[in-house]
């Protein structure tokens, strides 16, 4: 077993925080063996999460016409995809979606909508009347919004409605974001996770993986989102969409995909890390490698513009691991 990461698991173990030095020199070693360093995280998450797994779940709220060119994202209208394209949903489309969502055992329900931001007051009052509906209907599952960059008044409305989380991925390292996206800065994705928290509205924030960015960007990203002290940490893995700038993107190796989780749950032992977007095309017979690799959780049905795997699936993966999903008493408590 590598001595380092020994020294440096020990170290997590009794709750004293990594350099970042120490980490950059464990993930930058091609010569640590995958599984040394999948033991170690499989141990911290054994340690901090126990053998419980949270599900979460989305609805694109909103779909299509976004204004942003994210390299990525098929929603771009920058981008030639074949997408459905609609406006904000119906409070009870969403309230349905969020049964089917809670009857897959997901307790975190996430309201998605395309667009830098949501201009039209109308369409705040919609997704707050949408989250009343879901906490009295749904009183176990939590719900959470992801609506691009979020002034104070509207944060505070969504917070007076009952959102305890905001979602708002950094995607990357800040010194990458450039080659991702040009119509907005990386400044103002933090600012509306510094007000959110401000707020004290917890926060889900993560990236995405595969868009040609060095190792040193991802660990500048799990550092970022450590200094942050963000509540959640969703990883998804590009999933490769026709029409999109990234369309021919060589995919991250499953051996890759692993060892960066299980960096992510070295540098944020604490933190719910969770596997969504690009699961089940890039990790394909290897899913359920990622609680070995220091997940805690994941995206469960279908993502933004993308089928999900069937959720009879990966909820007889967990259980044939011997783990249990959390909130599973529709009377538990999940916060």
């Not at 949270?54 to 779909?63: G, Q």
């Not at 490698?289 to 997940?295: L, N, Y």
Request: a positive charge; one cysteine or more; aromatic letters at 6%.
């Amino acid at each position: 077993m590598n001595e380092p990461l020994l020294k440096i698991t020990d170290k997590i173990l009794h709750a004293r925080k990594t350099s970042s030095k120490e980490i950059k020199q464990l993930y930058l070693c091609d010569d640590l063996p995958l599984f040394d360093l999948l033991w170690a995280a499989n141990k911290i998450r054994g340690k901090f999460k126990t053998n419980k797994v949270e599900l979460c779940s989305i609805v694109n709220a909103k779909s299509g016409n976004c204004s942003e060119d994210c390299k990525f994202c098929a929603q771009s209208i920058h981008h030639n995809t074949k997408i459905e394209r609609y406006p904000l949903l119906d409070e009870q489309s969403i309230l349905k979606a969020a049964k089917s969502a809670r009857a897959n055992s997901a307790t975190c329900f996430g309201m998605v909508t395309s667009g830098k931001r949501i201009q039209k007051p109308k369409e705040i009052s919609g997704i707050c009347k949408a989250v009343k509906m879901i906490r009295t209907k749904i009183p176990s599952m939590k719900c959470s919004v992801s609506l691009g960059a979020i002034d104070k008044r509207s944060l505070s409305r969504l917070k007076e409605a009952g959102i305890k989380k905001i979602h708002h991925n950094l995607e990357t390292s800040e010194n990458y974001f450039p080659n991702v996206c040009t119509t907005h800065t990386y400044e103002e994705r933090l600012k509306t996770l510094r007000a959110a928290k401000k707020l004290g509205i917890r926060l889900c924030s993560g990236g995405i993986f595969g868009l040609g960015e060095s190792r040193t960007d991802r660990l500048d990203l799990a550092f970022t989102l450590r200094e942050l002290d963000v509540d959640s940490v969703p990883l998804n893995f590009l999933h490769p969409v026709k029409g999109t700038a990234l369309e021919n993107s060589v995919p991250m190796a499953v051996s890759e995909i692993l060892r960066t989780i299980a960096i992510f749950r070295l540098i944020l032992p604490k933190k719910d890390i969770k596997v969504c977007g690009g699961r089940a095309v890039n990790l394909r017979s290897m899913q359920s490698m990622i609680f070995f690799a220091g997940a805690n959780g994941m995206m469960i049905g279908n993502y933004l513009t993308q089928a999900g795997q069937d959720s009879k699936t990966d909820l007889k993966m967990i259980k044939d691991l011997g783990l249990r999903v959390t909130g599973g008493d529709d009377n538990a408590e999940i916060y």
